[in-house]
């Protein structure tokens, strides 16, 4: 509103909504008093715009027109705005084939131009003003539909969303709760704008004679009247011609002028750094001690892809986590760890396919016991913890109902008992002030400290696993090795919660390498090498994990040499060959491995779990720093 054009766009529109309220109570028998000593006058002292076929004031007629125009923009628009929210957020609430037919019936109407709509309703619904109405409402509906599905896409794959599927909300309350409010300010800036062309387009049918009807005038009829007398007086036609521009532009303007500021608002970069969501819990589900937490055996995650041809980026994960264990998930990026994660969690949507030979939660199948069951179990019992820090929180809800959501959903505990627990986990995870901070917006929250929400919301029931992926990427050291202890604590139930598994997902081998007792090393959508950290450094067989070791630098590190690196890149999902993917960039490699890929296999000793999957393994005695790491070099060489 600083800048010249949103000022006078907002002084225009505020004219405009005077008037409106004010010229039919100011003017309005001078409008309709009929004078015939002075029919069809120009601009006179008394008329200043002249007079209308019955000797009726043109500039009392404009003004006092102004209410029954904008009301009619207005409604319009309400229903326009109404209808196509419901219909672009139907799909998403719809069983699949019928949220199809809506989307397609929505991409069917946005192809033909809104006035041609506006003409077809107004034949349906008849001459007159409330058909006029309708007829713009609903030839408005399409676009809108558009907007809001489009709109609800891109909240819907975020983090914050995904932690309340989790934490088994349902899709209707997703929607209400999560995604319209979230979407609601770009809603409400495209309606100002598309109010100013509901004016335009009720002055078009009006000026027709199809939209509203004598004895009511609106900026649309007073134009068509006034042309019939263009040669005599043509401010009567050029009066309400002008008020139906200027308000048309101080509607457009306006909502240009809110869109340009909440676009600024949306791209500038957050003051506040790192973080993350969860989703969460409630009374775990009993497991034996030595039935696994997860159970994941041959796991594949397909997509279609850019040709019609499937892309596997998970192809074949096995492994289990045991009650308690912590586990953690390495490899570069693409590896296919966080789909592994979502997968587990359920959280693939379609056209993403989710297949494998058993995948166990808590003794559950997942892909086969009944939907509600399995919201109900990982609702309760899964915690997720994500990395990206502006996404996992709903920004439009304070941090306290957001936890307190979940034991509404899950505990059924009343909203008051939810939001003490709520703060009492908050303060569980060390946040100062809890019951202050419960009452904050996420915005309010640094990077660890709405980590450590996050990690609360998980704790509000008792989570028997938490996935943790990338918690820590975006936070610094210091923060980065609290948020590591508090997820220690709560693998240990230190923090009062009861012991729970951790599934720690990351980039960086050595965050793995402290935080977890086994690791997984992913490679191109497989597990390669499955090993207890302790030996890590001693005993890791696959030449890609020794790589992945190489290339941290130690105290000992001489610093005058470059830096060990894997030269090359893993191959896209829709790029990998036969044979073992990481043949390309490993100097053991032989006709075999570019052949056949390797399952993995066991080579710990008897009763220990050390799975290697490659043609390969090296022997623990030959690695070092320099030798044995088994990658080519930048030039190709062994
Ligand atoms: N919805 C999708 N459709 C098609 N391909 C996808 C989809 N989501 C992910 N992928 C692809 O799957 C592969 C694995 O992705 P994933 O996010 O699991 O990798 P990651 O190991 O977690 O990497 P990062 O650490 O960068 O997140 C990537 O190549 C990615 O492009």
Known sequence: MRTPVGACSAALLALVIALALFAPALWGDQASAVDV????????????????SLGRDVLARVLVATRLSIELAVTATLIGVATGTVLGSAPSVLPRWAGRIVTSAVNIAVAFPGLLLALFFAMIFGVGTKG????????????????????????????????????????VRLLVRHVLPNIGEPLVVNATISAGMALLAFAGLSFLGIGVQAPAYDWGRLLGEGLNQIYV???????????????????????ETVAGVVGARASRPSPLKGSAPAAAAAPAACVGDDRPVLLVDDLHIAFPGPAGQPVTPVRGVSFTVGAGESVGVVGESGSGKSLTALGVSRLIEAPGTVTAARLEFLGTPLLRAPEPEVRGLLGTSLALVFQDPMTSF?????????????SEQHQGLS??????????????????????????????????????????MGLMGEPRLVIADEPTTALDVTVQRQ????????REGGDGSGQAALLLISHDITVVAQ????????????????????????AARHPYTRALLAAVPALDTDRDAPLAVIPGRPPEPGQVTAGCAFASRCSFADERCGADEPDPVNVGAVGAMHRVACWHPQDSESRSRTSGVGIKTAGGGA
């Open 233 to 255: 007086n043509p401010t009567a036609a050029l009066a309400p011609g002008v008020a139906v521009v200027v308000a048309g532009l101080a509607f457009n303007l306006f909502g």
């Open 132 to 171: 006029a109405v309708l007829a713009i409402g609903l030839a408005m509906a399409p676009a809108f539909a558009r907007l809001t599905q489009t709109l609800s896409a891109a909240v819907a794959g975020r983090d914050f969303v995904a932690a309340a599927r989790v934490a088994g909300v349902g899709r």
């Open 515 to 538: 935080s977890c007792r086994r690791v997984l090393v992913m490679y191109a959508g497989r597990i390669v090498e499955d090993l207890p950290t302790a030996d890590l450094h001693t």
């Open 415 to 456: 909203r008051g008992r939810a939001l003490d627990r709520a703060v009492e986990r908050l303060r569980e995870v060390r946040v100062p002030a809890a019951e202050r901070r419960a009452r904050q917006y996420p915005h309010e929250f640094s990077g660890g400290m709405r980590q450590r929400a996050m990690i609360a």
């Open 483 to 490: 948020v590591l202890r508090l997820l220690a604590q709560v």
């Open 394 to 406: 709903n920004p439009t809800q304070r941090i306290g109902r957001q936890l307190a959501e979940v």
């Open 37 to 52: 000593d002075a029919i069809q006058q120009g601009p006179t002292a008394a008329h200043l715009l002249g007079t209308d």
